[in-house]
């Protein structure tokens, strides 16, 4: 599987953006599909994941209630829908793959994508 993330950038602090993560592959649906994000110096941090059984979703407490993840089977793609935006969310976001039903453990995830920078200025 390979993942290409896209959709970061520049944005005031309350602030929304969407990232998205397109799949290539023909098994995307089997996969439970993470977001991370990382800041210089810093572990790679869990934000969501949503489980590729029922579609359940997982947030981390600094993101719930702001963000929404979601996913897209027909188009091998998952959402990260970011709202109210922080500066403490600047990072570089990454999604994930993993083919166990859900975790939020980045050393979990078999596969990544590359990375797209969000910046919120305050």
């Known amino acids: 599987v390979q993942l290409q993330a896209s959709g970061g950038g520049l944005v005031q602090a309350g602030g929304s953006l969407r990232l998205s993560c397109a799949a290539s592959?023909?098994?995307?649906?089997?996969?439970?599909m993470g977001w991370f994000r990382q800041v210089p110096g810093k572990e790679r941090e869990f934000v969501s994941a949503?489980?590729?059984?029922?579609?359940?979703?997982h947030y981390a407490d600094s993101v719930k209630g702001r963000f929404a993840i979601s996913r897209d089977n027909a188009k091998n793609t998952v959402y990260l829908r970011m709202n109210s935006l922080k500066p403490d969310d600047t990072a570089v976001y990454y999604c994930?793959?993993?083919?166990?039903?859900?975790?939020?453990?980045?050393?979990?995830?078999?596969?990544w994508g590359q990375g797209t920078l969000v910046t919120v200025s305050s």
């Open positions: 592959g023909r098994t995307f649906s089997r996969y439970s």
């Open positions: 949503v489980r590729w059984t029922d579609g359940g979703t």
């Open positions: 994930a793959a993993t083919t166990r039903v859900q975790s939020t453990t980045a050393g979990y995830y078999d596969y």
